[in-house]
């Protein structure tokens, strides 16, 4: 099937992935964009989602969030909402609307840091499920701006080492080692 998702397949087309377990994650997120037309749609078993690491450059601290369903702190981001296709917009959007910061903008560039797909617990009448998560980094120069989204999502400004050693999952822990690689104060 034709996919309708040129700029999954733009993204997906240059990325190359660090690690086996990524090449498995890739070639899967490649097969659904090639096999299915919306990608996105939630009733699928496994689906795209686009998130982001949000830093603070200056500080060289991350911002994550606690996630209730997974009972950990993670980074921003989820789903697409209808008609959204380009998973840096969606990453944007939700990082905006998860933290309130409104100068959000992709840092260094705009281009996928991770790929990974990451399990869903289920929840009420939503089955366990897959998401095909694509990553990215997004700066804010207006650390103090953050504001939770909701009172049962709080979010903490971590050092690196910090947020490695305050999430549970480690796909956040390889994201965040892929962040800590652009902050030069912690690569020489």
């Known amino acids: 099937m034709a996919t309708a998702q040129p700029r999954l397949v733009e993204l997906l087309s240059h990325y190359v992935p660090r690690d086996p377990v990524e090449t498995a ?3 899967r997120v490649r097969a659904l964009v090639e096999r299915v037309g ?3 749609r939630r009733t699928i078993p496994l689906h795209v989602t686009a998130s982001a690491m949000i830093v603070h450059p200056d500080s060289e601290r991350v911002l994550l969030r606690w996630h209730e369903r997974q009972r ?50 289920a929840k009420g009448d939503e089955p366990a499920h897959e998401h095909a998560d694509l990553r990215f980094v997004l700066a804010t120069a ?35 080692s892929r962040v800590e690689g652009l902050f030069p104060g912690l690569t020489g």
């Open 25 to 27: 994650d890739v070639a």
């Open 38 to 40: 919306d990608p996105w």
């Open 72 to 121: 950990s702190w993670l980074h921003v981001g989820g789903h697409g909402d209808p008609g959204e296709t380009d998973p840096l917009a969606v990453a944007l959007r939700e990082g905006h609307e998860e933290t309130g910061l409104t100068d959000l903008t992709p840092w260094p560039g705009p281009e996928l840091v991770h790929v990974v797909v990451v399990p869903v617990p």
């Open 142 to 176: 207006e650390p103090d701006a953050v504001r939770p989204e909701k009172p049962d999502a709080p979010l903490r400004w971590l050092s690196v080492s910090e947020a490695r050693a305050a999430t549970a999952e480690d796909n956040v822990r390889a994201t965040l």
